[in-house]
């Protein structure tokens, strides 16, 4: 819950500093009024008239989207889920060195974490899929991304996916620890998540990640595989 909260704290932190950018910008009174639009829909959880915000996930304004994306993640309509599913996806094949292309897909997979669902993580699972095989993200912030959302609410399908392949990124092997906590904790585990807490104790001597790989292995509940 500590994560989350500070996923999201992070996250009104970059729409603050992105409304003062507009207000200081002599050109942007459009930009400023769709920003306040997008923010009322948030605060009365409404899509709006003829579903607004969702139309807004394809604005050509990078920072509406984005926007949009982190408003709808406070609705959690079942309906909503194919409409942020095909957006995450389609996403995810428009990343480029603008970091902003990996903060609009990320977003929406947090929107998607918010359900809580076997749909959702089905869009999660096939966006892990893309990315991983895609690589184009070498600083592993969308996988990271689409991992602790999948850790939510992923079946045993989900945690095998996610077992495989191992970064020379701590942080990444940090998140992938912790997610192997959250499955035991739902009673999710198997011999290939603890051999792969094994294999990332080995590798690695980050105080951050050994103490991810110890919670892990505390919440696994399984004696008889440990």
Do not use: C
């Not at 500070?6 to 009174?29: C, D, P, R, V």
């Not at 902003?100 to 997979?109: D, E, F, N, R, V």
């Not at 990332?200 to 105080?207: A, E, G, T």
Request: charged share 25%.
């Amino acid at each position: 819950m500590l994560r989350k909260n500070k996923k999201i704290l992070n996250a009104a932190k970059y729409f603050i500093l992105l409304f003062l950018f507009f207000g200081f910008s002599a050109n942007s009174q459009k930009i400023k009024e769709e920003f306040k639009t997008v923010l009322e829909f948030k605060d009365t959880r409404s899509a709006g008239k003829n579903n607004e915000l969702i139309k807004k996930l394809n604005s050509e304004n990078i920072d509406i989207s984005i926007l949009s994306a982190w408003a709808l993640s406070n609705i959690t309509d079942t309906t909503l889920i194919n409409v942020l599913g095909e957006a995450l996806l389609s996403s995810t094949g428009k990343i480029n060195n603008d970091y902003k292309t990996i903060l609009l897909p990320g977003m929406l997979a947090f929107a998607l974490g918010q359900y809580n669902s076997a749909e959702a993580n089905n869009y999660l699972i096939k966006a892990f899929d893309k990315v991983n095989s895609a690589d184009k993200n070498s600083d592993k912030s969308l996988l990271i991304d689409l991992i602790n959302n999948i850790s939510i609410a992923g079946g045993e399908e989900d945690f095998n996916h996610i077992m495989r392949g191992i970064s020379n990124n701590d942080k990444y092997n940090s998140v992938i620890a912790m997610a192997i906590a959250r499955f035991g904790i739902r009673k999710i585990n198997n011999e290939d998540g603890l051999r792969k807490l094994s294999e990332l104790f080995k590798l690695s001597s980050d105080s951050a990640l050994l103490k991810n790989i110890s919670y892990a292995f505390f919440r696994s509940g399984n004696k008889k595989l440990l």
